[in-house]
């Protein structure tokens, strides 16, 4: 079965762009405007194997989501998609397994390493 992906992002042209993209590539794909929406998501059983993550959100912060997504779904990985140019992670976010390989900026010019990258992180078994 194809991994499933949700994207969080709160531009709906983004969103729905990556969707596009990733659903071509034969994943599965659900979005979230929020972090509180993809938390209710996942709290009311959307299994997810990769969070594509935008940092800036209305609400919480994408940082506060992927702690709080970790804490409910710890087997969950995660690829930060931002239009900040000199995000480097924390150390919250390091020690959930975010790395400065998981950093996509905004917007991303090559598809397929953002795909190599879902795949990487969740491969076929």
Known sequence: MAPTVLI??????????????LEDENLRVQVAHSGEEALRLVEAGLVVQVCILD???PGM??????????R?????HFLIHTGS??????PELTGIG???????NKPVTDMSRLVQAVRLLCPAP
């Open 98 to 104: 975010i790395t400065p390989a998981h950093l996509f």
């Open 85 to 90: 140019t000199d995000f480097t992670p924390s």
């Open 72 to 76: 409910i779904a710890p087997g969950m």
């Open 8 to 21: 969080v992002d709160d531009e709906a042209p983004i969103c729905d762009n990556l969707a596009a993209y």
């Open 55 to 57: 940092l800036r959100l």
């Open 61 to 70: 912060n994408g940082t506060q989501a992927a702690l709080a997504l970790h």
